[in-house]
């Protein structure tokens, strides 16, 4: 048996390959389609605080204090991550919200909270959920002289949503 190497087999190869299409084509043949149909009916996004609490401890007035939290992005689209926030309260006292600063991941100067704002006005997707937009922020204040001594607490509400 002789077998042909190079461009002749090639051509050999081909010209029996369709010799073989050829005989079935021949043969009766149906065809029925397929119509795959999805709905998605939002973009997805999702915000997870992994650590959602600033405890700042026993902090004198003049003293300052501060602690981070974490939290990650995920969004096939471009996002915004908002805030509102409260002012921190006691029984009796209340320390204005404009006292407290953030500083953190991607935030090129520290802001100054107050009642709502815009922490990152528009970032990428990250739709990969291996690989979110991972942060952290750290809150800090200078408790003022003038603050009654007790617990206060305030809330801060983040919001990713998609632009």
Known sequence: MNVRRGWQGLVGWWLLMLGMVGALASQACAVGM???LVNVPDAGI???????EAALG???PGQMASDAVTGTVRSSKRWQLTYVATDLSSATDAIAIEEVRLEGTAIPAPIVLSAQGTIYPD???YPN?????????VFSITLPWTVDPGSYRGLIVYSATQR
């Open 34 to 36: 397929v119509t795959v």
């Open 46 to 52: 999702t915000l997870t605080l992994t650590d959602s």
């Open 58 to 60: 026993a902090v004198d």
């Open 123 to 125: 970032m990428p997707k």
């Open 129 to 137: 959920p291996r690989h979110p937009f991972s942060f952290s922020h």
